[in-house]
């Protein structure tokens, strides 16, 4: 009982790793790749057949199934790392031999071994044993199966021919050249260009009584013909041959070895081992730390899929490269999580101080996008931008003639749809071409259209020209963005937090969904269905045009006849008293009610099928994109047909629809866009003159609604530039708010001297524009999952979008034929995939789930969940108000609104904790947080311990951090430690 | 290198094992239930705080979230478990401790320690620690937390208040009666009833110097107050306070002990340990058996989900208890998978011997039912049944009217609708009351359908009575029927495998689904769609009744004449002549024609809005029912709701379009079943009279066509009845072919007699209806994966279901309102689910599927693929050359070809080998696969070490089998090993 135990503060591996992984100015070693061949009996005959192979994850071969199993975690037993130890303690370990062929490497190596341990005889037959031929699983193509068919009538011989020929043999082993198998290997693009091969051979034998072990590491890595299944040299050789009856050992053992070899640390290690006790020492070092998984917990027949993201090699190695061994553990997890957490960069807090220069801000923006403006555009040339156009196109021609029409409406078509059509693709290509953020996609926006519909009003009603008013506004307007940029006011969306933004981006989904639907029902409205309508009484079903009673038109003309020139000469009959006619019954329903006719019958208010038609297209377009969307992640088809289906899944959802409305016929309301380059209204042109219609005192006037549309674009804008900005979308090339800002107000000049639409940053299209050009890793290792690299930020696609969208007068050949009810399809999708990834909601759907199913989200595990249940329900009751306001006419100060939002949230200061808020709300900037975790550490250090190191996980990353490297494992106090606290060294057990 | 290594042959805590748990006389052990607890320092104030708890796996306390983790496998390091067993060697280790408090059980303890390891002073601080109070994890409503909302304004003491609030103290340590805490923990709900706790300590104090470790067993678990969190009695205590600062450490250690107290081995082990070293012992033992996960592949972090299925501890266990050690290796594999394999009862092999006796099949059916019976009524009540009758009724009454009308028109009503409504009423609920299979059900079918359609045109056209001449064939094929019972002729089904069964269902479900659509497809013919309406021109749409030119109807009295007496007098008038004429534009279309008039305008061939709405009704009940079932496996709401909308899924789906379908008022294809009990045809009664009719020859030559009737009849009986027995529904109450045969020939006479169709059993509705009895266990661990238990064998839902079928005659005014197209998606579901979990299906998808996205399936380890796909190719072919058939005239042999499907199964065994066939086809029955495996295995033993335990898999559980225990591990030769082999003992190393 006196010697006491627990926790070795160092262990002498630690202590050796240290020492040789040490120096950092070393390359970084070459991948290994592991490929493990086991030794085969046919009767007398025997060969080297693949059974494994590593580059980052295993894949066996499936012995009957003749295929590469899935890559998966490489689980080993317990028992097969120790009894490698032994083997590495006890064979012959050979570094930094100089071979050049594999005959002799093995001549050098069987050499080493002492006469005494190995009999002459027996060092032929290994000899012999190793050199025989080594067979690889490489595919074949499926069309064989029908040839052998034939070959393979009488089962038992056959088998075996047809094994044979499924497999590749190389019978080379001593050539240097490699084999047209091996060229031909299309596996090759899967190893790094620069990989070296590490070669595990195991087998049995009979003639050997004890096994006979070798760990070979070449000075160079040597081309050894056929002994791996690619062209890459080899450099490591783990030989182990042992007498009959452990093969299974034998192979746990060689499995052992090949996952150690693509291990990033042992790999480290076993190129710089000096000795045969480095390499144990790296295998004590790994064993440190595994992770163990209870027999009665687990079923080690499941083979584990690769993780979607591993624990860094150079955390790990960290630890050892490290000369202040004394600070490590408390900032070595600091460190690493702020690493973790994306370029800061686009994190508003760095970009958006408040610069004491004029203009500063603008300056910088500048300074800082230039260098990428030629990338902007090479960059852009990539098959995802074509799926990207083709759908931010419709989206913004839809949404142009949308609001065309209804601005048209609101201005008695001062601004049109044509106006909204010249507009977008003016201000669009503009912006995209110059602004600080390319990805941003302009549009008009509600608020701005309650505004003109108000300013057109008030005119109106005082007598003021609503176009020359308008300048003047726009000008102001204008005038003051430019001051707002000048004095770098953009600073002031640092104070919008995660809460603001979510509940501003969430709204503006909402909206989009729900206008979406709103049209769709509207399409009920207007073809109303004819419920009681029965097929068998089909004849009382009419809709006649009845003239108008002829008493009433005896004083004057009958509107008819006012027109009478125009009608068609069928329509007209001379009655027998020689006066014209009309033939009611000929009229179109239109032309009926034109001239005063009226409209009787059951049929006259109803439309068929339309309604329905409209519904099938509409939740066909939309549920057809979402399925589609995720066929990406199906198991059907190449990885790369699956990419290509999800990208174009909105353009092949429109195509098919568009094709089944073209097949049914039906007429339905279709996408109608102006063909005619001219103003909507015949009396107003291309410019606005701005002087000269109304008092001058009305120039000065104007200033003061210019400032309610200066903050309404302001908010509007810089939003959205923050949601586009979001750390989430990776974005490499920064932000630019001032450089934005300065460009929506200069549009906004333009615009109003063109008597067109004002633009802003409209949140859902820009979302959608980001979710299309987002990529992700090509997979390198069989098994890694693919990460989010970021955006493609690039000005191409928004350019064309715009220049399209100008040019559309001259595709509405084509355009006529989308309905309007998948387009709407399209909106719903927008809206529904911009709320996806958006914390809030996702907090919202907790409210529906048993705690127990809850996802693991990493703000659950740190923050009550009745803390997160109350700040959701405060966003939610914000939002509820925000809604009720933008159905009023408050609406025109909604963006004001996210002021008070802005507010909200301070309030919320003093319910919640920083903790809190921290998890909940990412309220701390990267740089800031990392000093506050630094003081909060030291500050705990001393008090309670049993605080886990998940509690320091860096809550701005949104996800968990890589745990520190515990502390336990490898203090890095002085080896001569206080006798009392640890006098027993456990590692040391492995080096009994 | 002289004493040479590799695999200890037996380890001393294997043999120490075996002799601690090598009586098999106990009983089993209770369930452990493990709670730890770690100190918490709050300033001066300290207290004891739940931290982790397991069952089978680990919940955790999430510290920041107040909550409990879901519950994950506990992924240890293996430090902490060589810790944790330097712990157990050098701690106090008391076994059979006789205590009834925790005070004296801690007084005995430290009394245990020899004075100079302990001084007093610290001994009693030590026991002022361990009787502090216990705070335990519960759970608390979630509407306190508004409560909460102005107590925590300021946000540092509320913290802490708010804490102490959520949870719940207990205070009373020394009581011996459960808290009130404890009582109302609904989590006991989870722990079995006998389950024992153990109770985990771990903590670090300022005034140790070194750690204090006990491990305690007592004697007779005993209620130690407010220590657990339910009042489950704690038999085992493991304590480990240490010196401050190791507090990961501590824990990681406790989390050790804890999951080891929790795996079904060392439990075992604890409960029976006689000292220090078996505990030791078990340690070694669970060491030698965990997994290990490299640390680069798999990050440490990510919780593990609790597999579907975990080895069993009974074979974990096995090993220890068998006496035979030296045969173990070679049968326990064999015994296992055999036991996996589920009960072979229902194999069709052990049924269906061709028995000596006459009758014998049938008497062995009915003894082996008949003490089912009485549980085959109360096993139904249960409120599943309630979704299976409601689904299975759906579908019965729809195919009863659907065959029903086939019939009629086949027959010319001789055999209608309400025949069909009376033949399947009483049919099915004879067959559901005494059959040996009452899962099936019956229904008429297809090539039945053809017969009669053939007999009948036959009759007419050789002037035979259809009735009589039907009547005695039906009697002549129930007599075969009988023979075939009573000459044990279903023994002929052994040769049906896999591929003909497969074949087969998945030919009738996409029969189904083919109709399905088609008649889906027919709704658009029905109601065609005026594609050129336009809503402009709706005057110019009406279709009028123009009256048939009279000059044909000068001499004789027009069609409408005929019948005045019929008409409303609405619609007659009387002209100047007095003559009467009719008022033609009142009409309806089918009145007009009728009369002879002729329709006339452009919306006479069109009927709006139905066939969309036809569609949108299908597809949508067919798209809302796949939605509703997957919602079992989504993330919202309890449990137990997701299971009862998961169970209604199709209730619910036609609710809801049955109510759409009202709502819109549409006049859809309504459901429409007959109102009156008589004969569709009134010249026929309720009994066919046998004689008298037709000449006396016809009596005998009718047993030719009754053979064809038979062999359809038995083909499509006992294939559905394979299908139905199959072994992954792990039936209990086993098949009953014979007695089934036996029933369909008397129903048949039965029916014959009563002019009623014949009825066989219905492939897609049977397994409907066997899928909508599946049971579950309900989980009791929380993580453990619900397993499939098997189905609901009882009569209660069929005979139900057919009641119904009989009395819809009175359920008419309800079954009104359900349109046709709600039906036909139900239809469709039924054909898509039946194609669930057939592997054919399955090997189908595989063509789509890159090689690397494959699913796991057992075969593909173990069969080239292109093998596979050989395989698949010849069934599809097989298949579609049924379809062919089936569609032309000679669907009448089609059962037939069935018996063709077998002979072309036959011929595949010279094109594959027996391997491939065990796997992708199931050939060998479970008792003759066991003995070719131990055949097999002796073969291999001498010859290919290296085969893998894989190999041994067996191919007929349809999935992987647990791993024989590795041969490695604990090898049952003798301890005297060949020295040469074995001299340094790998596990011993646990043991320095």
């Not at 008030?458 to 726009?474: C, H």
Request: hydrophobic share 40%; with cysteine.
């Amino acid at each position: 009982m006196n010697s006491f135990y627990l926790l070795a503060l160092v262990s002498p591996a630690a202590e050796r790793l240290r020492y040789i992984l040490g120096e950092d100015d070393d390359p970084p070693n070459p991948t290994v790749f592991t490929e493990m061949d086991t030794l085969q009996h046919d009767g007398e005959e025997m060969e080297w057949k693949e059974s494994a192979r590593w580059i980052k994850f295993e894949e066996k071969v499936e012995e009957g199934g003749e295929r590469w199993s899935k890559p998966h975690v490489s689980t080993l037993s317990l028992h097969s790392l120790f009894e490698l130890r032994t083997c590495l303690q006890t064979g012959t370990v050979l570094l930094d031999l100089d071979g050049y062929s594999l005959p002799q490497i093995i001549g050098i190596n069987l050499s080493q071994i002492e006469d005494g341990l190995l009999k002459p005889e027996l060092r032929e037959k290994i000899s012999y044993v190793l050199l025989r031929k080594h067979r690889h699983q490489t595919k074949k193509p499926i069309h064989r199966s029908l040839a052998d068919i034939g070959k393979s009538v009488s089962s038992n011989t056959s088998e075996f021919t047809r094994f044979s020929h499924a497999q590749s043999r190389s019978m080379n082993d001593i050539t240097d050249t490699p084999s047209t198998d091996q060229l031909k290997n299309k596996f090759i693009k899967k190893i790094p260009k620069d990989a070296e091969a590490s070669n595990v051979l195991v087998g049995e034998v009979d003639f050997l009584e004890k096994p006979f072990v070798a760990f070979v590491r070449l000075i160079q890595s040597t081309m050894l013909g056929g002994v791996t299944e690619v062209p890459v040299p080899t450099r490591f050789l783990f030989i182990l041959l042992g007498p009959s009856g452990k093969a299974k050992s034998y192979n746990e053992i060689g499995r052992a070895i090949a996952t150690l070899m693509v291990d990033d640390l042992f790999s480290d290690v076993a190129y710089k081992a000096r000795d045969r006790d480095d390499l144990i020492a790296g295998i004590d070092e790994f064993l440190d730390e595994v992770i163990v998984l209870p027999p009665g917990e687990w079923d080690p027949n499941i083979r584990i899929e690769p993780p979607k993201k591993v624990p860094s090699a150079e955390k790990r190695k960290s630890v050892f490269s490290l000369n202040e061994a004394g600070q490590m553990n408390g900032t070595a997890g600091g460190a690493a999580g702020g690493s973790g957490g994306a370029n800061g960069i686009a994190a508003p807090g760095t970009l958006l101080r408040v610069f004491p220069r004029f203009c500063g801000g603008l300056y910088l923006d500048i300074k800082r996008k230039l260098p990428w403006f030629p990338s902007d555009f090479y960059e852009g040339f990539h098959i995802q931008s074509i799926s990207a156009i083709l759908f931010i196109y419709l989206g913004c021609i839809t949404n142009a003639i949308t609001f065309g029409g209804l601005l048209g409406d609101a201005t008695d078509n001062y601004q049109g749809v044509m106006e909204s059509f010249l507009g977008t693709a003016m201000a669009g290509s503009l912006f995209c071409f110059f602004a600080g953020q390319p990805l941003i996609i302009l549009s008009s926006t509600g608020p701005i259209l309650i505004f003109e519909k108000l300013l057109f009003d008030f005119s109106k009603g005082n007598s003021i020209d609503y176009m020359e008013f308008r300048l003047w506004i726009g000008l102001h307007s204008a005038l003051q963005c430019l001051v707002l940029v000048a004095t770098d006011a953009s600073f002031i969306i640092k104070y919008i937090t995660r809460f603001t933004e979510e509940g501003f981006s969430t709204l503006i989904s909402f909206i989009f969904i729900y206008d979406a639907i709103k049209k769709m029902i509207g399409a009920f409205k207007y073809y109303p269905i004819n419920a009681d309508f029965k097929a068998d009484y089909v004849t009382m079903y009419k809709c006649e045009c009845i003239a108008p009673d002829p008493g009433d038109a005896s004083g004057e003309d009958a509107p008819w006849q006012q027109e009478s020139s125009l009608l068609s000469t069928t329509l007209l009959h001379l009655n027998k008293r020689g006066k014209q006619f009309l033939d009611w019954t000929q009229l179109s329903k239109k032309e009926c009610l034109k001239y005063g006719g009226s409209l009787v019958g059951k049929s006259c208010k109803f439309v068929p099928d339309l309604a329905l038609m409209s519904f099938i297209l509409f939740f066909g377009t939309y549920s057809m994109t979402v399925t589609l969307k995720k066929f990406k992640f199906s198991r059907y088809f190449p990885t790369k047909l699956r990419k290509l289906i999800s990208d174009f899944s909105i353009f092949m959802s429109i195509l098919m629809f568009v094709g089944l409305d073209v097949l049914f016929g039906l007429n339905t309301p279709k996408l109608q866009v102006p063909t005619d380059f001219k103003p909507t209204r015949l009396d107003r042109g291309w410019f606005v003159f701005p002087f000269g219609k109304n008092p001058w005192w009305i120039y000065l006037a104007s200033a003061l609604p210019a400032l309610l549309v200066t903050i309404l674009i302001f908010m509007d804008q810089q939003i959205t530039a923050v949601i586009v900005n979001r750390k989430e979308h990776k974005l490499r090339k920064a932000a630019g708010y001032h450089l934005d800002l300065f460009w929506v107000g200069v549009l906004m000049a333009v615009c109003s001297f063109m008597g067109l639409p004002w633009y802003v940053a409209a949140t859902v299209i820009s979302i959608a524009h980001i979710d299309s050009l987002k990529m992700e890793t090509e997979t390198s290792a069989p098994g890694e999952q693919p990460q989010f690299l970021g955006v493609r930020e690039q000005r191409v696609t928004g350019i064309i979008v715009f220049v399209l969208t100008g040019i559309s007068v001259f595709l509405a050949p084509i355009l006529k034929y989308i309905p309007m009810p998948v387009l709407y399809g399209v909106f719903l999708y927008m809206g529904v995939a911009s709320l996806n990834g958006i914390q809030f909601w996702d907090r919202c759907k907790l409210f529906l789930m048993p705690a127990k199913h809850q996802p693991d989200y990493a703000f659950l595990r740190h923050v009550p969940l009745r803390r997160i249940h109350l700040f959701t329900l405060v966003q939610i009751i914000c939002l509820a108000i925000l809604w009720i306001l933008k159905s009023t006419v408050a609406a025109i100060i909604f963006p004001v609104m996210i002021l008070a939002l802005i507010l909200v949230r301070k309030m919320l200061d003093f319910i919640f904790s920083q903790h809190d808020l921290a998890w909940i709300d990412n309220i701390i900037p990267e740089r800031e947080k990392k000093k506050e975790d630094d003081k909060k550490k030291k500050k705990k250090k001393g008090n309670k311990g049993e605080e886990e190191s998940e509690d320091e996980v860096c809550p701005c990353s949104g996800g968990p951090r890589f745990p520190t490297p515990s502390v336990i494992k490898i203090p890095m106090e002085p080896v001569q430690s206080d006798p009392q606290n640890g006098i027993h060294c456990i590692t040391s057990k492995y080096s009994a």
